[in-house]
């Protein structure tokens, strides 16, 4: 299983890495190129923390 999320999203990095998830890359300035696509993107969060990289996650399962 793999997924992305944004360096902003404390919440959700610290529910995957419960469930066993291993960050496997970092994705820096990632959201320039999202905010190319989608200007709505914010810079920063409501907390005020900018919104800058992507981190990869992965949980390997067994077959």
Known sequence: ???VTTNNNIAAIAFHQRLGMDRC???RY???MS???KPTIP???AAGVRI???L???LLLET
């Open 30 to 32: 990632a959201l320039r």
């Open 43 to 45: 810079v920063r969060d």
């Open 1 to 3: 299983m793999w997924l």
């Open 35 to 37: 905010r190319q696509l």
């Open 52 to 54: 800058d990289h992507e």
């Open 56 to 58: 990869e996650f992965q």
């Open 25 to 27: 890359a970092l994705h």
